[in-house]
């Protein structure tokens, strides 16, 4: 049995403004999943001491808070970077929690190759989370039958995703936001919560695609990370004229105390 986690009433009642709505019917099939991008940063806005490096940040409080977010979320969404980095649970921890949200990973080159021993197929045997989805630019015909049979016996699998045509000068598979997110509407699942790492939140907080996102709920520690961090920080944008301009700006925005981080909630003009 793994750590049961509490999140009383006035922390929930803070959030719940932010979040999909429990109520309204079913989801229309053409409509775009609800997103909630959610992060824990440092005050130099780092999320982890380096790449490939678990770094806790989260205290207690807001912890019980995101795995309160991954009970009211369909699906929850990392880059394998992430996966491969941290061998995350990806399940929620909530006490009494009824439902369970379903890890969707972003590996267009199949850089994860699923085993008994990870953690989140751990938890899925144990009957305590879900198998993952994993969003793929590979073939359906050039996957590992050995990792689809491992990745299917957990009720999991392999979802091929088309890349954008554009191949970038690294040879990098790229999924464009609205395609990943039809096809997680097409799965049946109508919210995602975003958890990261660095690469999967600034390329969703890019202008041309944050539009996408409903609710953005972000916790602070109180440390300093250092350089060399993942750090994040959106592309740079300029207007028309080359003058630099802000690659966004939340509005509807609260802070809210957890233990010793603030949570920031906000939204991007709604
Ligand atoms: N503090 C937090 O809340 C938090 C949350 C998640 C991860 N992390 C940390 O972040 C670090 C990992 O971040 P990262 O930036 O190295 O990797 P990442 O987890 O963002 O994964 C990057 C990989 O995902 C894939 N990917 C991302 N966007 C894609 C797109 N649009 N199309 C196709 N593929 C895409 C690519 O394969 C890319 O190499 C780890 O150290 C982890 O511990 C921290
Ligand atoms: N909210 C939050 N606070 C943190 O301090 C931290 N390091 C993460 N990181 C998010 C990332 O997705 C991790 O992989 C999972 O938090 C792993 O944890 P689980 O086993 O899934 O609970 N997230």
Redesign the pocket.
Known sequence: MSEQLTFATPGKDAIEPYLPSTTGGPTPADQKPFVTLT???SLDSS??L??????R?SGPESKAMTHYLRSRHDAIL?????LL??DPGLNCRIEGATSQPRPIV????L?WTPSDSDKVLQLSRAAQGLAPFVLTGVAPADVPRESAAVLEAHGGRFIHVD?VPSVSSDG????S?PS?LEVLRANGLTSVMV???????N?LLHPDAQDLIDSVIVTIAPTWLGQGG?VVSPERVQDEEGIPVPAGRLSRVKWHSFGEDVVLCGTFNR
């Open positions: 992060f824990a940063t999320l982890s380096a790449p490939g490096v678990r770094t940040l990392v880059g394998v970077s992430t980095a941290d972003v590996d267009p080159h850089r890349p990098r598979m790229r999924f936001w990943i958890e990261g790492g660095g690469r999967i939140i390329t993942v």
